[in-house]
């Protein structure tokens, strides 16, 4: 028995056979009359395959006589036979997922038929959302804050403040002037302060400060201080701090406010102090930094009373909690477009106004309120771009006719923790993968390991997702891609790569475009860091040149001088390198600048000062000095730095030596440590 094709392509089986079908639907095959028998393996040996040219043998056989590791490798490229990518799903045993699965597509939608009635119920309900939103923040965000006496004189306006700002101080170094003229006062004021929430870690310097001999950073910026419980004086509620610390990070230090909602307080400038000791800090924020000689300003934190305090409390948890609740019916019940956009918008606008604002604003000035409104319509053009990308690469496959609980229970929260970058991933002891930051950050290598492990982890997972749905072929050559644009960008001279959140985000979640589980758990998270990456840093480069990365640290200016001293005179003397010309190249810079315990003292063309000369020529440094005297046992630690600097102009210095240590009136002398602060 026979198989004949004729001549009309379409194929016809020999109907003495009943086994045997007739080929139709136009699919034109043209083959030579074989018999039908047994094929054995080597008969299948001997037939030919038109695809491959005459003579060659079947794929699947070809496949079967490679070696294990080629066969692997080609498994891998191709994919499985039948390729698979489905959401998932629940047996049929449990019955009131079930039912809770089919609830937004069948029972809401039997409930409320009419289309246009779901979508006018949707507007309402988000006018309602966005009622209740502005209802939390006007009180913090826009009504300014006073205090009002109870004895019914004037009410009070209370200063607003972020984490890291100063108080009365204008930053490191030369920045007060000399002799600390800029900044003041230093005694006989108070000043009424609102802290904002999570200080407790938005307190840390991530710019190292030299304080005495060392240079602070990677920890809260407070120094001395700490909890005071006085039976003497009842309202005092810390020891001094160093009037350059940052009052916000000094108040959590002190307990004086929450780092979960802020607070009020009254700062009470306290003038010099002869020490600074280091105390041990409330709420988990450890040691404050030590400081062993005098400065000529500082603070405490005083009780307030007789009076009512309004707009302290920073409502971030409040606003977060009631966002992350009226979010999840609408990403339950609605499709999932609507989930997707209404959702990124609410969290984007959360980041802006309150759980991590990219700029201070004080309610008491208006503009700074609608300049924050003008940042965060700024950033949310182009970031709508990004996300309607985000969704048609990847989101859309995965969450339209997925799972609704898969939604709820693993993309939804992520989501939102990777919106509270701030408050998760940032408390991790990683500032930047660079070298430098690695080394000096505790933990930051056992850290970038963990992080490391986990990413990979989670690469294969889903890397094997889109491999079950056969597209791993497609993704690899974009990701190698990727890869190599990353490594080009590394390697441009004078830049260096930096991968921000939005970065992150933005390349991994292509590769989360599957309808499995993982991608619900990996797409939320990384939309999120996508997010918190723009809403508080702006679309930040990929590339950075060395002075960005060192934001306002030293080692970008010019070298200091070489500075030593001469017990027999009790002098300070200072030359240059061989190497370092007398007049920099604009010619602005043409003499040198002094510290004295991180203050100037001298700004001048001279190459050599006198402690003696430096005494009698400012009293107030003469009084700071014989207090400390007297107040330790006859010998005081001066920290000294020079640098270079424009005689003429206060804001033109080159970097500055670390300090020397000189033990007055001793003599005794102590260099510099190589570098520069």
Request: hydrophobic share 40%.
């Amino acid at each position: 028995m026979g198989v004949h094709f004729d001549d009309n392509a379409n194929t016809t089986w020999d109907a003495a056979d009943p086994n045997l079908l007739s080929g139709s639907e136009g699919q034109h095959q043209r083959t030579e009359s074989i018999p039908l028998r047994d094929l054995s393996n080597a008969d299948v040996e001997n037939v030919p395959n038109e695809e491959e040219g005459e003579g060659s043998k079947p794929k699947w056989l070809l496949l079967k006589r490679k070696n294990p590791i080629q066969k692997f490798f080609e498994r891998v490229w191709n994919g499985p036979v039948e390729p698979s990518d489905e959401p998932p799903s629940f047996p049929q045993r449990w019955g009131w997922l079930k039912r809770i699965e089919e609830f937004p597509q069948t029972t809401f939608k039997a409930i409320i038929p009419n289309k246009f009635i779901r979508l006018l119920l949707l507007i309402a309900y988000c006018c309602f959302w966005i009622r209740i939103f502005y209802f939390l923040i006007y009180p913090y965000l826009i009504k300014p804050p006073y205090f009002h006496p109870s004895d019914g004189s004037e009410k009070i306006p209370i200063l607003s403040l972020s984490c890291n700002s100063y108080l009365n101080w204008e930053g490191t170094n030369n920045a007060c002037g000399l002799n600390a003229k800029n900044c003041g006062p230093f005694d006989d004021k108070e000043y009424m302060v609102r802290c904002p929430a999570l200080c407790d870690r938005g307190g840390w310097t991530y710019s190292a400060i030299a304080v005495g001999k060392r240079r602070v950073k990677y920890t809260g910026y407070e120094i001395g201080g700490g909890a005071l419980f006085s039976e003497e004086d009842p309202m005092a509620l810390s020891y001094p701090y160093r009037s350059d610390s940052y009052p916000c990070g000094a108040a959590v230090h002190a307990g004086v406010i929450s780092p979960f909602f802020g607070g009020c307080t009254k700062v009470s400038m306290q003038g010099p102090q002869n020490s600074f000791p280091s105390r041990k800090g409330i709420y988990n924020t450890g040691f404050s930094i030590a400081f062993d000689s005098f400065f000529p300003g500082s603070y405490s934190f005083r009780d307030i009373q007789g009076g009512i305090l309004s707009g302290c409390y920073d409502p971030r948890a409040a606003v977060v909690a009631l966002n992350i609740v009226f979010g999840l019916p609408v990403f339950y019940l609605y499709d999932s477009i609507y989930g997707y956009w209404i959702n990124t918008i609410v969290g984007y606008w959360t980041l802006v106004l309150s759980l991590d604002p990219p700029l201070l604003t004080d309610a008491h000035d208006p503009t700074s309120v609608y300049e924050l409104f003008s940042v965060g319509f700024q950033r949310l053009l182009p970031l709508c771009f990004v996300l309607y990308v985000v969704w048609k690469s990847a989101v859309k496959r995965t969450l339209e006719a997925g799972s609704p609980i898969a939604k709820v229970i693993l993309w939804y929260p992520t989501f939102w923790l990777g919106i509270s970058n701030n408050v998760t991933f940032d408390r991790l002891p990683v500032d930047r993968l660079t070298t430098k930051d690695l080394k000096e950050q505790a933990g930051a290598l056992t850290a970038v390991g963990s992080i490391a492990a986990t990413i990979l982890t989670c690469a294969i997972i889903q890397a094997y997702s889109l491999w079950k749905s056969g597209r791993f072929r497609k993704y690899f050559k974009i990701y190698i891609c990727f890869i190599g644009g990353l490594v080009a960008l590394g390697s441009l001279p004078g830049l260096n790569l930096r991968v921000h959140h939005y970065i992150l985000g933005s390349v991994l979640v292509p590769g989360c475009a599957t309808r499995g589980s993982s991608a619900y758990l990996f797409q939320g998270v990384l939309v999120g860091l996508i997010l918190s990456g723009v809403a508080r840093w702006d679309f930040a480069s990929i590339v950075e040149t060395d002075v960005a990365l060192l934001r306002g640290e030293a080692g970008a200016s010019l070298k200091p001088p070489i500075l030593e001293f001469d017990d027999q005179n009790h002098s300070l003397s200072w030359h240059l390198n061989a190497t370092d010309s007398a007049i920099d190249e604009t010619g602005s810079i043409d003499g040198f600048s002094l510290l004295l315990n991180d203050v100037e003292v001298y700004v001048g063309n001279n190459d050599t000062v006198s402690i003696d000369n430096l005494r009698m020529k400012n009293p107030q440094l003469t009084r700071m000095m014989d207090d400390a005297l007297d107040a330790s046992n006859g010998t005081i630690d001066l920290y000294l730095r020079v640098a270079r600097a424009s005689v003429r102009s206060p804001t033109k210095r080159g970097d500055y030596t670390n300090a020397g240590i000189l033990q007055w009136p001793e003599g005794m002398w102590q260099n510099p440590e190589p570098g520069v602060s």
